[in-house]
């Protein structure tokens, strides 16, 4: 049995991004979930799925329930992402085999979070840094920072790779999101504004890090018999996979490859198409050297030579790959674990068409790719046009 | 108020491991049945799924995987430490564990550099498996 095709999203939503004090996460949450269901052309009545994330800001035992019963709906497939990152594709693929599985027929995906404003920076800062080893890590002080800066350290070591790689990672996110009205950040930045730009955990400075934000975001999937007559042009599953290896970083067998190359290989498998075939890619940038571990294990890139594909601006509006084509976690938003979902939302918007300076010219293939923990745990999902079904 | 530096919730699996550090050792498991060591304590060999797993105390030697300088502490308990050193060890017999590196000048730590095993007194009950540099590479 394959999934090929067998689902496809016809709505996309987001919410404002930044600081909103204004509204809570379930307030953007739902947000979220209603501007998608009315992006499809569908009402609340037409849905039976609802998947979400839990809130760190406003969190609920039974979250995707609490939003059912906010929302008045009663479904038939309810579930909740333990977390994020990954998670939200790891859904996105179940939601799919639960449609396929006759469970449901349509699914909203809605997560929101407001880690920026909902949270104090402590309490923010604290949170994240619990996904360390309660015993064996968490007790030596490091920071979400820290906990990649290992990483980072390590590739430099293992490539001979300079900051200014990391440093591209950073500038091509940030001219993506010059060209979006809707991302945080508008201004453009350089090499060396990144270089001069405060040490956060050596050799991590504070451009190579992600935004802290409020925010929430949204999809519709549906069967793909029903989605031919949606409001908008469908976006097909052509392929999920998904790769672990460890949770704890402390635990990781390699520190400069991950399972995005076994995840890759799945969902390109399922897809029937290469890392060839791809004509742009959003891939989980929580911190710059990240980026460049995933395009090299999921054949975007030879290995090593990821950052020599940055600095040549090859990933850049324009440029031979597009990549964060709304400008990533870097330069968009980040609001935790709902992040990867505008990575989502974003390629849908490309593969529908018509987004105007950012679109990628004739786009058909795109591929989403997010990782959760620290480096562990990776779901990498290839999506299509109706011409490449 | 000021948050205290987090203590580890020692639980009946690992109570064994934290007892050992209270005496100044640190201990690893050895699986009997594919000779796999690793860290931390569990109730099976996470290479072979075996059962028959017995103390192997550490020597204390090892060497720096990877490092990170924390400039931005994790919490108020950590920033009068600031900068301090969160390090990867790869121990002489072959697991890693995080750490800090503690009594090390920072520019001298690079990733090979040899390390030995020193504790740091957390509590009454919790006596920190800690690192520092010894000069030279491993």
């Known amino acids: 049995m394959s999934l090929r095709g067998s689902a496809a999203i016809i709505g996309a939503f987001d919410t404002a991004v930044g600081k909103i004090p204004d509204r809570s996460a379930t307030a953007l949450c739902v947000e979220a979930a209603l501007g998608a269901v009315r992006d499809a052309g569908l009402t609340l009545s037409e849905i039976d799925g609802l998947v979400t994330c839990n809130s760190m800001a406003q969190p609920y035992m039974y979250h995707a329930e609490a939003i059912a019963e906010y929302l008045g709906m009663k ?31 349509t699914v909203v995906i809605a997560m929101a979070d ?37 990483i980072a350290q390590a590739y430099l070591h293992a490539y001979q790779a300079r900051p200014e ?11 993506h999101a010059c060209q979006n ?3 945080e950040m508008q201004k453009p930045i350089s090499i060396e504004d990144v270089l001069a730009s405060r040490l956060i955990a050596d050799p991590l400075r504070l451009l190579d890090c992600s935004l802290v934000s409020d925010g929430g975001s949204a999809v519709v999937l549906t069967r793909a018999d029903r989605a031919r007559h949606a409001a908008h042009r469908p976006v097909y599953l052509l392929g999920a996979g998904e790769g672990r290896s460890h949770e704890h970083i402390s635990q990781a067998a390699s520190l400069v490859h991950s399972p995005a190359r076994e995840s890759g290989q799945r969902a390109f498998a399922m897809a029937g198409l290469a890392p060839a075939d791809v004509d742009f890619a959003q891939v989980y940038d929580c911190f710059t050297p990240v980026v460049l571990i995933e395009m090299e294990d999921l054949g975007l890139c030879a290995e090593g030579e990821a950052g020599d594909f940055f600095l040549r601006g090859d990933g850049a509006p324009g440029g031979r790959l597009p990549i964060n084509t709304h400008g990533g976690l870097l330069s968009h938003a980040h609001p935790g674990n709902p992040g990867s979902l505008f990575a989502l ?19 058909r293939v795109g591929l989403v790719h997010a990782q959760g923990g620290i480096l562990s745990s990776h779901c990498t999902v290839v999506l299509g046009t109706e011409e490449v079904l | 108020m000021t948050l205290a530096k987090p203590l580890p919730p020692v639980d009946a699996q690992s109570r064994h491991y934290w007892e050992a550090c209270n005496e100044g050792r640190l201990v690893l498991q050895h699986c009997l049945s594919c000779g796999y060591v690793q860290h ?31 400039r931005r502490a994790v919490s108020s308990a950590f920033d009068a430490d600031v900068p ?17 590196l503690v009594d090390s000048p920072l520019e001298d730590i690079a990733i090979g550099e040899a390390v030995e095993l020193t504790f740091e007194r957390r509590s009454e009950d919790i006596n920190l498996p800690q690192f520092r540099l010894v000069g030279g590479t491993l």
């Open chain 1, 165 to 175: 790689h990391f440093a591209a990672v950073a500038v091509s996110g940030r001219r």
């Open chain 1, 345 to 363: 939302t974003e390629s849908v918007r490309q593969l529908r068409g018509g987004e105007g300076a950012r679109q990628v010219p004739n786009a």
């Open chain 2, 40 to 70: 931390y304590h569990r109730v099976l060999c996470s290479h072979c799924a075996a059962t028959d797993l017995v103390d192997l105390e550490a020597s204390g030697a090892g060497s720096v995987k990877s490092f990170t300088v924390i």
């Open chain 1, 181 to 183: 009205p809707h991302a």
């Open chain 1, 75 to 105: 479904p038939r497939y309810c579930a909740t992402a333990a977390a994020g990152g990954g998670a939200t594709f790891t859904v996105l693929y179940q939601a799919a085999l639960a449609i396929d599985a006759g469970m449901c027929d």
């Open chain 2, 84 to 100: 301090y050193v969160v390090a990867l060890i790869e121990l002489a017999e072959g697991p890693v564990l995080m750490t800090n």
């Open chain 1, 114 to 150: 407001s880690l920026r404003t909902g949270l104090s920076r402590e309490a923010a800062m604290i949170m994240q840094s619990s996904s360390g080893h309660p015993q064996y890590e968490t007790p030596y002080g490091a920071t979400v920072p820290g906990y990649y800066a290992l």
